[in-house]
């Protein structure tokens, strides 16, 4: 995972811009210091709940899942360690957890999820679309889920995808791929395919 | 097959589009920093006769939003002390649920763990208090309240299966005090404790 973490290059998606000036010294005063972990965390909190929002679907859900995740961080801060990786990687990693172990448990207990959080302005075609491809997306092995949301919703590079994720670029690439299939093996199941 | 993926294309674009629509920071994040300051801190004194322990969660027969946010929810208790002081903590997940030791600032520590086992939820509260005092266990509703002699220590386990609460107490010889669900509301208590508590 570690050496994932190294290889990792700088490019332009939702929260992989690496750590602005301070931010290393912020991150090393934050392990002991909660004031400054809360300066911290407001700085990635956006780009943590938007993910964990494109990744789930629903506002409330991505909300406390969000919560957990910098709680968690805060947890395993004094672990962390500079490897050059945006630190909104690490964040991300954590976060991607938190959406897998929420996906598995929900399966588990065979809970209906709620739908889609929609926004007012949203054309009834469009919902229908969105409704569906949840639908589809949350039939979809969490890992499958993972690479979607990282790749597509987040515009991440293989490379990114691959340091968030603790597996290697090529791993993500056939991942990827078969997440793809399934995705559209689900909507034409589910419908879509008129 | 090419509409299809251009039609899933577009349907993933669309989501890549979604804003978070929700506010920039976390109250539950903001409350649990100022927990940890407050725990960090070396000259904060608590008087305390009373506390309370809240489980949050709400778990089966409700909403669907609710069952969802249970799991998050459920990881999550209270501790409110006599003068107000609110110290939000986050237990932590176990195989079995969820779980942590808590030291407030008087030395009274707090063992609690949430077992979730299909329709049943329990929690297990140990109690070992230098001073005494009064805890009360709040669990969807059941409000066990057990008094702890200076040095005690003590066990209060409330369990709901199926919505129905129930609660047993074990005093620190290992004793079970069994109490039925008509009994949840009221006071449970130790010889020990009811003692001292005529003071």
Known sequence: MGDALLAIPVVEARGTASAEPGERALIDQARTDPGAYSRLYRRHYRTVAGYLYRRIGDEHAAEDLASETFIAAWQALPRYRHTGAPFSAWLLRIATNKANAWARSNRRRGATLPPPTMDDAEAPAAREELDLLYLALRALSPDHQSVIALVHFESMSMAHAAAVLGVREGTVKSRLSRARDALRVEVERLGGGS | ?199
């Open chain 2, 1 to 199: 097959m090419n509409q299809m993926d251009d039609r899933i294309e577009r349907m993933l674009g669309g989501v890549a589009e979604r804003a978070w629509p929700g506010p920039d920071h976390s109250d539950r994040v903001d409350a649990f920093l100022k927990e940890q300051a407050m725990s960090s801190g070396r000259n904060h004194t608590l008087s305390r006769t009373t506390i309370a322990l809240i489980a949050a969660g709400v778990l089966g027969g409700g909403a669907v939003a609710a069952a969802v946010t249970h799991q998050v929810m459920s990881q999550r208790a209270t501790i409110i002390a006599d003068d107000g002081t609110r110290y939000d903590v986050e237990l932590a997940p176990t195989p079995e649920g969820a779980g942590g030791t808590f030291v407030t600032d008087d030395g009274t520590v707090y063992g609690i763990n949430m077992v979730e086992n299909g329709e049943q939820r329990q929690m297990t509260v140990d109690i070992d208090s230098p001073k005494g005092g009064e805890s009360t266990i709040i669990m969807e509703g059941a409000s066990p309240r057990v008094l702890v002699a200076p040095g005690q220590k003590a066990s209060v386990s409330v369990s709901e299966v199926k919505g129905v609460a129930s609660a047993k107490f074990i005093d620190e010889d290992g004793v079970e005090h069994e109490v039925g669900p008509e009994a949840v509301e009221g006071w449970v208590q130790t010889e020990d404790a009811a003692e001292d508590s005529d003071d």
